[in-house]
């Protein structure tokens, strides 16, 4: 074997090393690397469990009502742990929506450690005023009380509900606060032993209606009349109004 060839393995089998040795070192980097990383992330893993939720932002909708305020909100949210790994939303959330206020409520931790809660207020659709009490009735029928900071301009309800009509009038209610026209028309509501009886926000007659009847129609007769009256400048040209026949109205 020539001293050529002998040079030429030598240097072959040196490089065969070299390439060895940068593998091993670049398979030891790589593993510092990930060894590091798992323990840093452990370690500020552990140090976000052990942070303390800083400040509550509270943020209610529609914010042109104020049936409960940011203060109050914030008192209803009871922390036991308050490190932020250890807080439960959904608890809050269900513990939030318990209050007659409040008819939803999300809350959620933000990159900054604040815990935000977003609440929506309840929808009333009429304010009742009975012998006894005086209350609100939401889209559900269901009774809320008056607040200290708010009152809601609403449809107004003279009268005492008795149980067998009072799926009835929520109907009516709820007819009247998902039309525009009604809503804007439409201030009280009147019952009485003769009958339920509307007042409206121009007009200064009584218009008496029949739960029993197609509200559909006589409401079509009102809005008919209702316009016709104030358009021709007749507000106070009857006393009484009744919607309750088929085809007509009779006005008196």
Same mark, same amino acid.
């Given at each position: 074997?020539s001293?050529c060839t002998l040079?030429? @393995?030598k240097q ?9 040795m940068?593998?091993t070192?670049?398979?030891?980097a790589t593993?510092?690397?990930c060894?590091i990383t798992i323990v840093?992330g452990? $370690?500020?893993?552990? @140090? ?7 400040t509550t932002?509270?943020h209610i909708?529609p ?11 914030? +008192? ?13 939303? &959904?608890?809050?959330? +269900? ?5 007659d ?6 809350v $959620?931790?933000?990159?900054?450690g604040h @815990?935000?809660a977003?609440?929506?207020q309840? !929808?009333p659709?009429a ?6 009490s005086s ?8 009774r809320?009380?008056?607040?200290? !900071? ?5 449809v107004?309800? $003279? ?5 067998g ?8 209610i709820k ?5 525009k ?9 009147? &019952? ?5 009886w509307l007042?409206?926000?121009q ?6 209606i ?12 009102? +809005?008919?009349i $209702?316009?016709?009256l ?8 009857y006393?009484? &109004? ?11």
């Amino acid at each position: 074997m020539s001293l050529c060839t002998l040079c030429g @393995l030598k240097q072959s089998k040196i490089e065969n090393l070299k390439s060895e040795m940068k593998n091993t070192i670049l398979i030891i980097a790589t593993l510092s690397i990930c060894l590091i990383t798992i323990v840093l992330g452990s $370690y500020f893993d552990a @140090l976000a469990g052990k942070e303390k939720m800083q400040t509550t932002q509270v943020h209610i909708y529609p914010m042109v009502k104020t049936f409960i305020m940011p203060d109050e909100v914030t +008192k209803l949210i009871k922390i036991k742990d308050s490190t932020s790994k250890n807080i439960d939303v &959904i608890d809050l959330e +269900k513990s939030l929506e318990q209050n007659d206020y409040i008819r939803n409520a999300e809350v $959620y931790k933000d990159l900054n450690g604040h @815990l935000v809660a977003e609440v929506d207020q309840f !929808h009333p659709i009429a304010r009742i005023f009975s012998p006894t009490s005086s209350y609100y009735l939401d889209e559900n029928g269901v009774r809320k009380p008056l607040s200290e !900071h708010y009152t809601e301009k609403v449809v107004l309800v $003279y009268g005492a509900i008795n149980s067998g009509q009072k799926n009835k009038i929520i109907n009516l209610i709820k007819k009247i606060d998902q039309d525009k026209f009604l809503n804007d028309i439409v201030s009280e509501i009147h &019952i009485k032993d003769n009958g339920i009886w509307l007042r409206t926000s121009q007009l200064s007659a009584d218009i008496k209606i029949d739960l029993k009847e197609n509200l559909s129609d006589q409401f079509y007769k009102l +809005k008919a009349i $209702y316009t016709y009256l104030v358009k021709r400048q007749l507000k106070n040209k009857y006393r009484q &109004i009744d919607l309750r026949f088929e085809n007509q109205a009779v006005c008196k």
